[in-house]
């Protein structure tokens, strides 16, 4: 687990007011109208199935963990989950979508992990988009790709645990 203290300041969130990254220390939620913020362009990648046998897709998916969790294990409902025995999905931009702010990025924008569970659902393992990428559609991508995969297998549910404080994935 990542300490308070680191957590506190890497970035998570980015204004939709000034676009500037914050950390959970500086953020503040702010209620605003739609019109009153600047739309981010759209994202207008590829979502794949990764293969973790290409190097690329095995080291942005651990760039990505070990950002958000400094770990790709987590502990959710009970037991440890690797996320590398999960199925990967990731989000690849367009050649040339990529801007100077995303070169940490590994080449992806974000990342889904799956897991078909004994008990008949799907199971969200990890949920994560790079902040640059934050507000773009890169999470509804994402979450298209698991709810595609839970009828595919004929899951009747899909279950995804997060914190109180996750604004984003709450939304």
């Given at each position: 687990q990542m300490s308070d203290e680191?957590?506190?300041?890497?970035?998570?969130?980015?204004?939709?007011l000034s676009g500037e990254p914050l950390t959970l220390r500086s953020a503040r939620i702010t209620v605003v109208g739609r019109e009153e913020l600047h739309p981010r362009p759209r994202f207008r990648g590829e979502l794949i199935r990764a293969d973790l046998r290409d190097r690329e897709h095995l080291d942005a998916i651990k760039a990505i963990n070990e950002f958000y969790w400094d770990s790709t294990e987590q502990d959710i409902f009970g037991r440890t989950c690797n996320v590398l025995d999960c199925d990967n999905w990731i989000a690849r931009p367009m050649h040339g979508e990529q801007d100077a702010d995303d070169r940490a990025c590994h080449g992806i924008a974000g990342n889904v992990a799956l897991k078909v569970e004994d008990e008949g659902f799907l199971h969200i393992v990890v949920f994560h988009v790079w902040p640059v990428w934050h507000e773009r559609g890169v999470g509804r991508m994402l979450l298209t790709a698991a709810i595609r995969e839970a009828r595919r297998e004929g899951l009747p549910m899909i279950k995804l645990g997060t914190t109180n404080d996750n604004l984003p994935a709450l939304y």
């Open positions: 680191r957590a506190s300041r890497l970035p998570l969130y980015r204004s939709a």
